[in-house]
Each structure stands twice: as structure tokens, then as C-alpha cells.
């Protein structure tokens, strides 16, 4: 089986197909030199613990049956030049199955004005690669010192990462693997005031307590209530996780609002129209435009939706972030091998894992699988889900490859006939015929140690190399 893409789904469904069928090989592909995807580029460092699932990805990286196969994107023609990537038709021949693990490469969009021309207006997914070292923002610029007001708009967890490391303390995150160029803009960050601004109201906001607690116990941070009308006066009927969220906010912050250096709030029923330039008349950007919601009855259910009442309102800023999801996209050749993509929900079709498509292209039921395709993580459900559940739906994908190669019932990729397949023994002279450099695990082993040394020198864990050169330079 190829896998493609080395994230906590990919890792996950590899060690299920691994530990049920004793004759499986799976080969590993990754756009990047290396591996864990948004463990590594996304998590936040001071969420250290998580990363322990690392762990386990080493334990299934150590299974003689494995092969890692880094620094070589699958089909993609971006960030990366055509003669960089392998098409995906390449791997068609050499496996029984393909595994679509590639997460979610871009973000979703408002599609407002002033969203791509204003300095200042930046994704969450932008910054959050920035201060994790993604290669592909290592360059963003964010002149922290510009801004004293900050606006995310979202209310998921990843909002709540962003506000957090603009308003912790540089010296509190020195010791984590945060990249250290994002310490030091961090240190020059002028911002002491961030929104967090959502379309509906408290209960159908979309993060977890925990995440929550976090930003009201940072040192020297206050929290400006959240306006009372929109706070039920008995949480007791609510889901749990409301009823928690609820009990958090009336305990309140750690710090008093007269003892902080900085603030943050949540700001609710608000959905941006645009992003306004400063009123110097620069490109930068000065307020943010919002529309004033009402929620649909029963305001308190989670599912009650927003109705734009027309009215709308001006909020100062100078610094905005979209936080509104991740968003998958096809990989070109998906056509080449018969698999479809739902461009609207951003995910490829599957029932349980399969990949199945329309038997009329006309009619959307019914559905037969693709044979051998199957897909794990955010490209199978959207780009929602913590660790915890990527893993038990990468776990349900295992089974599924599974029970269908021992069930017998289910075709497998059949484009170089009956034949025994030969992976990455036969793939390999594809890619160094590109002149393109894979990496081996062993390889990312000594980019890693690498890593760890350098993080010696600033006490901490490690200090990313930023950028593909980087780390093959350590190669050589
Ligand atoms: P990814 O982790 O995105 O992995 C996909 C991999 O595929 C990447 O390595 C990518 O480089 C590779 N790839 C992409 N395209 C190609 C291609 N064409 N060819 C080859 N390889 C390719 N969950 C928690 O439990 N706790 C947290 O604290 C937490 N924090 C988060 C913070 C952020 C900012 C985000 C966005 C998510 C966070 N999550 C957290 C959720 C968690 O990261 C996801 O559930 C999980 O990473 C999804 O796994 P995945 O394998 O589907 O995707
Ligand atoms: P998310 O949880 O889906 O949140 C997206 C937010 O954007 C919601 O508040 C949503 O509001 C809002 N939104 C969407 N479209 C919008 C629009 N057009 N205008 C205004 N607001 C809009 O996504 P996420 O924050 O990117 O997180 C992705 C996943 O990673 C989640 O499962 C999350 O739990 C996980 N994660 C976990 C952690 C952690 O465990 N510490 C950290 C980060 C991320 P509506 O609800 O109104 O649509």
C-alpha cells in the first residue's frame, strides 16, 4: 500500500493495516523532508504532551515492513515546481491500494474585501505554520510592532491557539520547539488587546473548555466578560461541554482586568463584511466591517444559525486573522485513477474509508468504490477532528483495507495486471530520474538529532530548520 502523506492519520492506518495482515508493505510518501504533519506544523508548542503520538509514528516507523519516503509530494504542482513532485499516476502500477492521508493544504476563505491586499490581514494557518517553522511562511510578515489591536475571526480551537500565542509571554514559550525568529517578533509585538470574534453566540461557539481555561489562566491577561444577555440564565439543561464552558467563564480569569498588561474577549453575533484600510491611507489595515446577527430560535440550541439583522458596525484593528477551517484540495491526477472530489465540503467521497463515486456521474446514488482507493484523516471527514479522532477514524479505514483484501470481495488497483507489485522498488527510479531527493526515515533520524542539538544552545527541545535546504544540508 502507498500512503501519501506522513500525518497522524496516515501513521495511524498504517500501524492498524500493519499489526492485522502479517504480508503488508506500506510505503509512505511525504511532500516534506519530515514527517508528523500538523503535529508537527500545527499543534501549538506549548501543547508539548501532544506530541507524544510521535511515539507511536516511530514505533510503526521501525517495522521492518515500512519505508518512509520523504521530501517527494504526490501530484502536487504547488509549492513545489512539476519536476519536484511525482504524478500520481506514477504509483498507480506498483500497489494493490493508495492510501489519501494529505490532510488540508490551504484554508478556507471570506471572500470579503481587503482580504489579499491589505498588510495586516493574515490566515490563522499562515501564522500558525510561522511560529511552527512550516517552510512555506518561515518568510510571513507580521510586524507585530504595528499592532496593538488584534481581531481572529473564528471561534474553533485553532482561534484560540492564535490569540493565546499573542498574548503569552515570549519568556514562557522560550523553552518549547516555537522557532526562535517567532520569539523574537513576538518580544517587538506591540499587541495588547485581541478579539475573538464569532458569527453566532457562546453556545454554538465552536472550542473545547480546555482550550478555554488555558487563555484565562495566562499570566497577565484579563478577560472582558462576555455581555450578559447572551449568557442563559440556567446552563443546567445544556450538553456537558456548554455546562463546562459556562462554569469556566463565571470563575473568570486568573488575572484581574485592573492587574493586566493585556486583554482579550470574545465577541459574539458578529460576521465580517469587510476589511477597512487604516485612515493614514495606508495599505494597512484599520477596522474590520461586521454584520450584526440575531440567532434563529431556540437561540441556546447549538445548532441555531445565524440571521444577519442589516445593521452593522465598525471595530478597530491592525491586525486581523481569518480562523475559519483548513481546506483540503484534489491532487491533480485524481481523474487519471478514477477518484472523485466533493470540491464543496472539501474531502474525497468514502463510505467508511473506501473511496466510492457515483455509478451514473449524473446521479449521485448509487455508489460503487474506486478500486484500492481509500482515504484517512481530514481528507476522509473535512478538516475537523483532534488527534484522539483522527486516530480511531484512521483505525476504522485500517479495517476497512483490511477486510476488504481478506474478504476477497473488493477489487484492488489492478492497472499493471495480476502481477506482484513492487512499491517503492520499482517507484524509486521515477523519482531520482526527476533528479528529485527522497529521504529515508533514517535520514530524518539525523535531521532530527540535528535539531535537538541546536536546541541545546537556547534550552530547548529543539530548533526547527525552517526550510527544505536546511534539512537536506544536513545530509550531505
Ligand atoms: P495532517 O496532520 O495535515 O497530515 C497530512 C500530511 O500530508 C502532512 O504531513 C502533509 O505535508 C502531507 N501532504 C500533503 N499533501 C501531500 C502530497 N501531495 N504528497 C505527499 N504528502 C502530502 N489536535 C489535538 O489533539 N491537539 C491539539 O493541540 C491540536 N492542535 C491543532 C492545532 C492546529 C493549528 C491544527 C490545524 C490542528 C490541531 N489539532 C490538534 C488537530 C490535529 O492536528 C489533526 O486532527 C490531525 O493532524 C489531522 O491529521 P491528518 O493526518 O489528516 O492531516
Ligand atoms: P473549527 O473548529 O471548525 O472552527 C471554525 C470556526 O470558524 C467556527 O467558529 C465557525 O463558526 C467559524 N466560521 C466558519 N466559516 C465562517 C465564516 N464564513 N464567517 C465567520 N466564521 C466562520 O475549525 P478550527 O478552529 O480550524 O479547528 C479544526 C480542528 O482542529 C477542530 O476539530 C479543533 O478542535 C482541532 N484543534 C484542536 C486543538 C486542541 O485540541 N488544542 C487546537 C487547534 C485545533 P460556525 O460554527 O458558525 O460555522
Avoid at 24 to 40: C, F, I, N, Q
Avoid at 241 to 256: D, E, N, S
Avoid at 272 to 280: L, Q, T
Avoid at 428 to 435: P, Y
Wanted: net charge neutral; hydrophobic share 35%.
Amino acid at each position: 500500500m502507498a500512503v501519501i502523506g506522513a500525518g497522524p492519520a496516515g501513521f495511524y492506518t498504517a500501524y492498524r493495516v500493519l499489526s492485522k495482515l502479517a504480508n503488508a508493505k506500506v510505503d509512505m510518501y511525504e511532500s516534506l523532508p519530515v514527517p508528523y504533519g500538523l503535529v508537527r506544523f500545527g499543534v501549538a508548542p506549548d501543547h508539548p504532551e501532544v506530541k507524544n503520538c510521535q511515539d507511536k509514528f516511530n514505533q510503526v516507523a521501525q517495522d521492518p515492513r515500512f519505508t518512509y519516503i520523504g521530501n517527494t509530494p504526490i501530484g502536487t504542482s504547488w509549492p513545489h515546481p512539476p519536476h519536484r513532485s511525482l504524478p500520481l499516476a506514477v504509483l498507480g502500477p506498483h500497489y494493490d491500494a493508495l492510501l489519501l492521508s494529505y490532510g488540508a493544504s490551504k484554508d478556507r476563505k471570506l471572500a470579503i474585501p481587503g482580504e489579499d491586499t491589505l498588510a495586516g490581514v493574515h490566515s490563522a494557518r499562515a501564522f500558525v505554520g510561522w511560529y511552527n517553522g512550516l517552510p512555506e511562511y518561515r518568510h510571513l510578515k507580521l510586524d507585530l510592532h504595528l499592532a496593538e489591536e488584534a481581531t481572529v475571526i473564528g471561534q474553533g480551537n485553532v482561534a484560540l491557539d492564535v490569540a493565546r500565542m499573542l498574548l503569552s509571554r515570549p519568556g514562557d514559550l522560550g523553552t518549547t520547539d516555537i522557532t526562535e525568529y517567532a520569539i523574537e517578533e513576538l518580544r517587538r509585538s506591540r499587541v495588547r488587546r485581541v478579539r475573538v470574534v464569532g458569527r453566532r453566540g457562546l453556545l454554538q461557539a465552536a472550542f473545547t473548555v480546555k482550550e478555554l481555561r488555558e487563555l484565562l489562566s495566562l499570566q497577565g491577561v484579563g478577560f472582558h466578560p462576555v455581555h450578559a444577555p447572551l449568557l442563559p440564565e440556567d446552563p443546567g439543561s445544556f450538553p456537558r461541554a456548554q455546562k463546562r464552558i459556562m462554569q469556566v467563564l463565571q470563575k473568570g480569569p486568573k488575572t484581574k482586568l485592573t492587574d493586566a498588561e493585556k486583554l482579550w474577549e470574545l465577541c459574539f453575533l458578529r460576521s465580517p463584511k469587510a476589511f477597512i484600510p487604516s485612515a493614514s491611507g495606508s495599505a494597512r489595515i484599520g477596522a474590520i466591517e461586521f454584520e450584526k446577527n440575531r440567532l434563529e430560535e431556540p437561540m441556546f440550541s447549538p445548532n441555531s444559525s445565524a440571521i444577519g439583522t442589516g445593521e452593522t458596525e465598525m471595530l478597530p484593528t491592525n491586525l486581523a486573522f481569518r480562523s475559519i477551517g483548513y481546506l483540503s484540495e484534489r491532487i491533480p491526477g485524481f481523474e487519471d485513477l478514477g477518484i472523485p472530489f466533493n470540491e464543496k465540503r472539501g474531502l474525497v467521497p468514502n463510505e467508511d474509508g473506501r473511496v466510492v463515486k457515483p455509478l451514473d456521474p449524473k446521479a449521485g446514488d448509487p455508489v460503487i468504490p474506486v478500486p484500492g482507493i481509500y482515504a484517512s484523516g481530514w481528507v476522509k471527514r473535512g478538516p475537523t477532528g483532534v488527534i484522539a479522532s483522527t486516530m480511531y477514524d484512521a483505525f476504522d479505514t485500517g479495517d476497512r483495507i483490511v477486510s476488504d483484501w481478506t474478504g476477497g470481495e473488493v477489487e484492488f488497483m489492478r492497472f499493471g495486471g495480476e502481477e506482484k507489485k513492487f512499491g517503492w522498488e520499482a517507484v524509486r527510479h521515477e523519482v531520482s530520474s526527476r533528479g528529485m531527493k527522497s529521504i529515508s526515515w533514517a535520514q530524518w533520524m539525523k535531521i532530527d538529532e540535528a535539531e535537538k542539538e541546536r536546541g541545546k544552545r537556547f534550552g530547548k527541545e529543539r530548533e526547527k530548520f525552517t526550510s527544505e535546504e536546511e534539512m537536506l544540508a544536513v545530509l550531505e
